[in-house]
């Protein structure tokens, strides 16, 4: 439920950009409550309830598909007291402005908003650690790599930032936004129209190499690798076959053949590393009957 003010200004915003989307053959709605949860940015991520999506205008500037709306929460309630007993409750009702352009391919995550912004938190926001002091003082990043922002932030962008007063803009995927408070009045049809192409002239300065590194998943450090054998490992011989050359190697010299074992076990091999028969020693009669003796383990 929102108070009369509150519902004469949605009435006439809708109005306003109904007419807007009729004359332009865009779509409209009044209300579009499965926009309120969709990005996970300001001010969506703010506290508050009574949250509303309405005046939503979706279409198509110059070629950029966009969706604008106006976000519509309750952060704070005042409770008014007299002799220790609440008399009266005042709400403290924010709107913003908000846009949605459909970008050519995925940016990396990076939400930047203006220092002096009081209506969002400041708690988790970070300054930027750019070349540019200005930039720095007078703005703060939001869930950005700053290895990111140095990337998106430059020149150019900073430039275009300052002179269409961008100061509260994210992407997220394939997908721009850009957010307005009001301070006074509302934002207009003309002003929303216009803020299109503006943030159309943002688009066009970002960093070429940027696009398309969006929702690229991190890349893992790949795992050691295993330690070299000294000698290639030979497999033990099939039971009922003799053992086959291996490719690449001199083929064996023929030997006395020894009783294979029972069936079900491999010949037993001496331990991995042992050291060469010594001369002068017989020959371990590995493999033969009555070895290893009793109680070897």
Known sequence: MVETHEADRIQTTNYERQLLASGQGWGFATNAPELLERWPVKPFTEIGDKRLAFGVVSGVVNGMSFTAFDYHRRPKVTNIKSFGRTTNTVDTILIDTVWVLTLPATLPKFQIF????????????????????????????????????????????????????????????????????????????????????????????????????????????????PPQQPYPQQPYPQHGYPPQPQPGYPPQQPYPQQPYPQQGYPPPQPPYGYPPQQPGFPPQPYGQPGYPPPGYR
């Open 114 to 225: 203006d220092s002096a912004e009081p209506n969002f938190d400041r708690t988790s926001a970070v300054a930027p650690q750019t070349a540019d002091v200005k930039v720095n003082r007078g703005y703060r990043l939001v869930d950005t790599d700053l290895g990111v922002a140095n990337q998106v932030l430059t020149p150019p962008v900073a430039e275009v930032m300052k002179q269409y007063k961008l100061r509260n803009w994210a992407t997220w995927g394939d997908q721009l936004l850009c957010v307005k408070h009001p301070i006074f009045g509302r934002v207009k049809p003309e002003e929303l129209t216009a803020k299109v192409s503006e943030l159309g002239q943002l688009i066009s300065v970002l960093p070429p190499h940027l696009w398309g590194a969006g929702g690229q998943p991190a890349q893992q450090p790949a795992p050691p690798a």
